[in-house]
Nanobody, 125 residues
Framework: QVQLVESGGGLVQPGGSLTLSCEAS????????IGWFRQAPGKEREGVSCISRAGRTRYSDPVKSRFTISKDNAKNTVYLKMNSLKVEDTAVYFC???????????????????WGQGTQVTVSS
């Protein structure tokens, strides 16, 4: 049974940092793409970042140079380090997976078959 559990969300002031974690179980961790998505109130869920089995990463334009995705295969965990947070980063953040033998990853939402429950990130002064 595939399980993805996000943690690390919370309230932070603009300019602050948070690190989200996504702990995975129930599948072969290192042969899947892990992605982070977010959904703000009244908006569509959007891709934020992903990491491939080969460790290649991809970022959406709004978070490029501020967010860093990484993974620890031994712990079956993916991290999203978020720096210089802005009010517009406020959203529920989800991790998700899809199986791929490709070296690159993709932020196309429909490719992701399993999702976590999400963790709330609120950026406010």
């Amino acid at each position: 049974q595939v399980q993805l559990v996000e943690s690390g969300g919370g309230l932070v002031q603009p300019g602050g940092s948070l690190t989200l974690s996504c702990e995975a179980s129930g599948f072969t961790f290192n042969v899947n793409v892990i992605g982070w998505f977010r959904q703000a109130p009244g908006k569509e869920r959007e891709g934020v970042s992903c990491i491939s089995r080969a460790g290649r990463t991809r970022y959406s334009d709004p978070v490029k140079s501020r967010f860093t995705i990484s993974k620890d295969n031994a712990k079956n965990t993916v991290y999203l380090k978020m720096n210089s947070l802005k009010v517009e980063d406020t959203a529920v953040y989800f991790c998700a997976i899809y199986y791929s033998a490709e070296s690159e990853c993709d932020l196309t939402r429909s490719r992701y078959g399993y999702w976590g429950q999400g963790t709330q990130v609120t950026v406010s002064s």
